[in-house]
């Protein structure tokens, strides 16, 4: 090998000999006309790498490619299924992401449950709204706050005659046995010293509002007044049976709504009802295409925040028409697919109208595909004969954002369904 | 990276041609700058890396695996521009023993633009040359990467890649700051 081969061996990297290396060196750093050769050789290829970095195809060649491509899809419909998309999903809709926007529906929904607007604290006896009318609901607020008037009044005047019992036999000599004993709680005893102030207090009228709308012989009031006027006597009184304020009185529809299912499981099968429609790109289905489960679960409220909280898991071709202009912006191509995607999404589920066994219910819900986001809004005829079971058939509209050679596309389906709920 | 593009092929056969941009992307540049090269000619080099993509699409579609793709499509460039070459006449057998460069150079002293020059340059050493040389220096290959892809021997590799730089310091030479024209 002569040193004008060795020179281009050592910039090849193929002098790998540390003597010839050493050797090549040495006759460089001696010889001029050596040292030129090296020169020379170093800057061509300095020549040569500068030029071929301005080497690139194009736009308008890529573009005309690209066209090429697009007659040539337009002419032979793609043979095979999707298996797997690189996903938009996946570069901006990871896993996190997806629990976070969940999340966020979950948080969103019982805010509105919980913060509804409410003008007082319900009661447990109080009525559901919807159920009956505004004037039963009067009727009923006055009735209460009678009876808890009549109560509190029974119990003032229950305690005075006890008291008064207690010091006439202690006046007679008597004591009161344990069986007699009656207790006077202390927020009582004021009320009792007010009745006993009066200067008649065994023969005059206590001055006591009675209302005279409710004469009934289980009326607590009669009872009162029959106390008032009962003569006195040592033998013990019995302490009427009362109801404090507060306490638990359920309705009837409370128990039931209580008993309700929550739980539901269903499965749900779309059909494509409108535009676009592109029965040209028919590729070869999964047979699971089309087709979601969900499993919900029912916030119960009143009858209007009876909210369902779900998720759903299916596959749907999705078909999807949009217009994509490349960065030379000399070629619009309009591209039409219709893939068979997987998705997953997080619904809301709302009553509207509720007639019988009848429901329509409005459905908000937020997801994604493996190739991007995507939102539905639904409306749905449901049919429930039992609590456990129940069929539905209603429309869909969906959104779903699809990212194709790095720009994001909308595309908008229309479809109706039919599927059927079993509760657990 | 074979197994990636394994599923962009599949999606492509699928009909996403945005796996198909992705693999186009990745290798358009090799392709076109090897094409340029061998032919030095841009309009005949975009008319050959076209024709080699649309060849690829056609054949992801399909859903065919290819196992090595930047070899499949450097190969295809190769044929593709050696083809290209022998319908415009530009091709001739080498004769390895001649040792003579047979250089169809002359320099162009209304040609203002170095880069011009060299791809001139470039055009002028014989095409085996060419390709050995390209792929050695440009796009990384080794002796024995390029022994495979062009079915020659190690050392014939050497000797071309050998050849080439001589011949394109000569032709060269004019241009190198040293040496004012």
Redesign the interface.
């Known amino acids: 090998m002569n040193t004008?081969?060795q020179i281009?061996a050592l910039?090849?990297g193929?002098l790998k000999n540390d003597s010839d290396v050493a050797d090549l060196l040495h006759i460089l750093s001696v010889s001029y006309e050596k040292r030129r050769t090296l020169?020379?050789?170093l800057?061509?290829?300095r020549?040569?790498?500068?030029?071929?970095r301005?080497?690139?195809?194009?736009h308008a060649?890529?573009a005309?490619?690209w066209q090429?491509?697009a007659a040539?899809?337009a002419a032979?419909?793609?043979?095979?299924?999707?298996?797997?998309?690189?996903s938009f999903w996946r570069r901006f809709f990871s896993l996190p992401a997806a629990l976070l926007l969940l999340l966020l529906v979950g948080i969103s929904t019982m805010m509105g449950y919980w913060l509804r607007p409410v003008t007082e604290t319900p009661r447990a006896y109080d009525a559901p709204s919807g159920t009956m009318s505004s004037q039963m609901r009067g009727q009923i607020q006055a009735l209460t706050e009678t009876t808890d008037s009549l109560q509190g009044l029974l119990v003032t005047a229950h305690d005075s005659l006890a008291l008064l019992r207690t010091q006439n036999s202690m006046a007679s000599g008597h004591t009161p046995s344990s069986q007699n004993r009656v207790t006077i709680f202390p927020e009582r005893r004021s009320a009792a010293r007010e009745i006993l102030r009066a200067p008649t207090a065994e023969t005059e009228e206590l001055a006591i509002p009675i209302p005279k709308h409710d004469r009934s012989p289980s009326d607590p009031m009669l009872q009162a007044m029959a106390l008032r006027d009962a003569p006195v006597s040592l033998s013990p009184l019995s302490r009427p049976a009362l109801s404090s304020r507060g306490e638990h009185i359920p309705w009837e529809d409370a128990g039931e709504r209580s008993d309700k299912t929550r739980w539901r499981a269903g499965l749900r099968k779309y059909m494509r009802a409108s535009f676009p429609q592109m029965t040209d790109?028919a590729?070869q289905q999964p047979p699971t295409s089309d087709q979601e489960i969900h499993i919900n679960y029912k916030l119960l409220g009143t009858e209007r925040t009876d909210f369902e909280l779900g998720l759903a898991a299916g596959q749907m071709t999705f078909a999807q028409r949009f217009h994509t202009m490349p960065s030379s912006g000399t070629q619009d191509t309009i591209?039409e697919?219709s893939?068979p995607l997987l998705y997953g999404r997080a619904f809301i589920g709302s009553p509207l109208i509720n007639i019988g066994s009848f429901s329509t219910v409005l459905e908000l819900s937020a997801g994604a595909a493996s190739v991007g986001p995507l939102g539905m809004v639904g409306l749905s005829l449901e049919y429930r004969p039992v609590d456990l079971f129940a069929v539905e058939v209603g429309a869909s509209g969906w959104m779903l954002a699809t990212?194709?050679?790095?720009n994001t596309y909308t595309s908008f389906n229309l479809n109706a369904h039919w599927g059927l709920t079993i509760g657990f | 990276m074979q197994d990636e593009e394994s599923?962009?092929i599949?999606?492509v056969?699928?009909?996403?041609?945005?796996?198909?941009?992705?693999l186009?992307e990745r290798y358009?540049?090799p392709v076109?700058?090897f094409c340029?090269?061998i032919l030095g000619d841009?309009a005949t080099a975009?008319d050959v890396?076209?024709e080699i993509?649309?060849n690829f699409?056609?054949i992801c579609?399909?859903?065919t695996q290819i196992g090595d793709i930047k070899r499949y499509l450097m190969a295809a460039a190769r044929n593709r521009s050696l083809n290209a070459l022998r319908i415009q006449n530009r091709y001739s057998t080498l004769d390895e023993e001649d040792f003579s460069l047979h250089l169809s150079y002359q320099y162009d002293d209304t040609a203002t633009d170095?880069?011009e020059q060299?791809?001139r340059a470039?055009a002028a050493i014989p095409p085996q040359y060419r390709e050995a040389f390209v792929l050695?220096?440009?796009e990384g290959y080794s002796y024995e990467e390029i022994s495979t892809q062009l079915g020659i021997s190690n050392n014939v590799v050497?000797n071309r890649?050998?050849r080439a730089?001589?011949a394109?310091?000569k032709i060269?030479?004019p241009?190198?700051?040293?040496n004012p024209r």
């Open positions: 004008h081969e281009i910039l090849n193929d020169l020379k050789q800057q061509m290829s020549m040569l790498n500068g030029s071929a301005t080497i690139t195809p194009s060649a890529d005309r490619l090429s491509i040539e899809k032979t419909p793609s043979p095979l299924p999707l298996v797997e998309r690189d790109l590729i591209v697919q893939p990212q194709f050679r790095g | 599923v962009l599949q999606r056969a699928a009909g996403d041609d945005s796996a198909f941009a992705i186009f358009k540049s076109y700058r340029a090269m841009r975009e890396y076209q993509f649309l699409y056609r579609r399909t859903g170095l880069n060299v791809q470039l050695f220096e440009f050497r890649i050998y730089r001589q394109l310091v060269l030479e241009l190198f700051n040293d």
